[in-house]
């Protein structure tokens, strides 16, 4: 048994404050997320969930992680200044997840980077950037994915669909970018492998542009579609989930991101029988007492932000493993080693595997329903999401046309 686990399982046990020489020093890691313009409230919940995070590793276990706050206002060509801003301050972990067109940037950036910067390379951790070919075509040694790709949810979203009799006809609606493509490319493959469901309508729209989602649901409505598929996020998902309803769209709505940073808030008892979400891991029920402490925690110290993205614990935990492991948090290439083909075990309630050929995390995959029956709430609105199908190590020998070629 590794030293990191056992110092883990001891320290939670106790309660007791450890440190270890491995992290005396300060391990930095730079978020780079939108802070402002309209995915601010999506950014801004992810820092605090970071902020936390780290916090609660750094009492639980000892580590020294300092999360570095550098807003990219949205932006692929803010991002790579401030990653080049991070890599100035001597920062080797760059932490981003809002927008797969954004991580395409990074993870281009680093890899060119690293290449021509061997003494300050940097490892990407992508936390929520879900495009597919992140994993496949375009992967690298220096990124890592902790949360499951668009592929596989929508693996998981269409066995939930298949089951349901009563949808004849479908409707597709997404973000024209990388990640909206591929949720409905990964869409039509996967109704017309399991169902017989007619897709009435296949449609993208520009992000962040539209706030103003009523002429869509109308559409959507005229389609006679018994349910949507979408993959928006932050304002576009608050927005078409507010022209739904008030439409008077009565169908299930299938998300990847259709809880929290205001969606819940604002369809608030509309959403009841209507949003399904999927995602890894669950709160509700909780999958831990560990788990339910950490959100106790979380709650007090940020009140007005949700902590809506559980893999951030996962890729935390999983980093402080790696470094333990390795003994130098700088030693980047050594620590990316480390974190190939881990296995973790996380108050998730789920086995973590860090799939080495693609540097895809494997892990259960739930699907819940938008409910006021729930102990964790999102937007202080009294509904969460509660869960009520769960795959056990989704996708772990789906394929991948990754070719990984290590330094």
Known sequence: MKIFKT???????????????????????AFIDPLSGPFATTGTNGLTSWKYAAKYFNKKLGTNFEIVALDNKGSGKESIIQVEVAIDKGIRYIAQGNSSG?????????????????????????????????????CNFWHFRFDANADIKMDVLTDVIAGMSDIKKIYLLGQDYSFGKAVAAAAVRNLEAKTSIEIVGNELHPIGDVKDFTPYARKILASEADALITGNWGADMVNLGRAMA?????GPVFTYYGASDGVTGVLAEKGKNMIYHVSEGHYNPSPSSEFSAFMDGYNA???NNDFNQPRIINALG????????????????????????????????????????DHQAIQNVSVGMHTDDVTYDFDESGYGIKSFKKVEMAAMDSPTTCKMKRP
């Open 7 to 29: 110092i883990a399982s001891f320290a939670f046990a106790t309660g007791v404050f450890l440190s270890s020489s491995v992290f005396a020093d300060t391990v930095k890691i």
């Open 102 to 138: 954004i991580a395409n940037a990074i993870t281009d950036h680093v890899k060119k980077h690293n290449k021509r910067n061997p003494d300050r390379r940097v490892l990407f951790l992508n936390y929520s950037a879900v495009d597919p070919a992140l994993t496949n075509d375009k």
């Open 246 to 250: 008030d439409t008077g769209f009565s």
């Open 301 to 303: 110290e940020y009140p």
């Open 318 to 357: 999983m980093l402080a493993n790696a470094i333990d492991t390795t003994k130098d948090s700088n030693d980047v290439v050594a620590v990316a080693k480390a974190l190939e083909g881990m296995e973790y075990d996380s108050m998730l309630g789920t086995k973590v595997f860090m799939r080495p050929q």
